[in-house]
């Protein structure tokens, strides 16, 4: 951070002092990846589409992860623009970037919020096809079902395989354990879900959610109890 703000006080690597270099003639793939990039974080994403093309056209040897957020970035134009098939060129082309994860993230949540379920489903099942073995989208994919109260058989084995998928992150356990538990009350098995909160409160036990979390579990059987 520091030698962020050094560089800022001193001119360096600022979209000025890049665009001066530019101006000046000078052409090479940092320069003009530094120029598209700061465009991109000021939201002004038409002009930084013009740099992003001329990066992938000037340069057809371009560094691997220079060349996949070019093209990132060029179909995200596009996908917000209404134009999917470019979003799915670049997953199928870096379906093993971290990138192509990010492209499908952004899909399911465009097509949540279109409450478009049918194609947010099949995003879900591509992400499940081409990464099966990422507790991050397993667990996200079977909390999405949680909320539709779709596939609940399917969530549950799939949130168990995220769990035997994460390592000492104790956060990420606690969340998976809390999908789960979610998952068997949304299914009616109020004890198992109980005792999956309570795993999850072994780890964390201050932690307002999960205790609000088993109230609500509690509260239900309590509740059919009657």
Do not use: C, H
Request: glycine letters at 4%; hydrophobic letters at 35%; zero cysteines.
């Amino acid at each position: 951070y520091k030698d962020r703000i050094l560089k800022i006080e001193n001119n360096l690597n600022t979209l000025s002092s890049s665009l001066e270099k530019y101006n000046r003639g000078e052409r090479n793939p940092e320069l003009i990846f530094t120029i598209a990039s700061k465009y991109t974080d000021r939201n002004e994403t038409k002009i930084a589409k013009e740099y992003y093309i001329q990066l992938l056209n000037l340069y057809p040897n371009l560094d691997k992860e220079m060349a996949e957020s070019a093209r990132f970035q060029l179909a995200y134009e596009d996908f917000k623009n209404g134009d999917v098939s470019s979003f799915n060129e670049f997953i199928d082309k870096f379906s093993t970037s971290d990138m192509a994860k990010n492209a499908l993230s952004l899909m399911a949540r465009y097509y949540k919020g279109e409450n478009n379920q049918e194609n947010e489903l099949k995003v879900y099942m591509r992400m499940l096809g081409l990464y099966p073995k990422d507790p991050s989208i397993l667990n996200g994919y079977a909390w999405r079902m949680t909320e539709l109260e779709l596939n609940l058989e399917d969530a549950l084995i799939k949130a168990n395989d995220a769990l035997k998928l994460v390592n000492d992150d104790k956060d990420f356990k606690v969340g998976i354990l809390d999908t789960i538990a979610e998952i068997l009350w949304k299914m009616g098995r109020l004890n198992e879900a109980i005792l999956t909160i309570d795993e999850a409160l072994k780890i964390d036990s201050q932690n307002n959610y999960l205790i609000d979390q088993k109230l609500k579990f509690v509260n239900s059987k309590d509740t059919l109890g009657k």
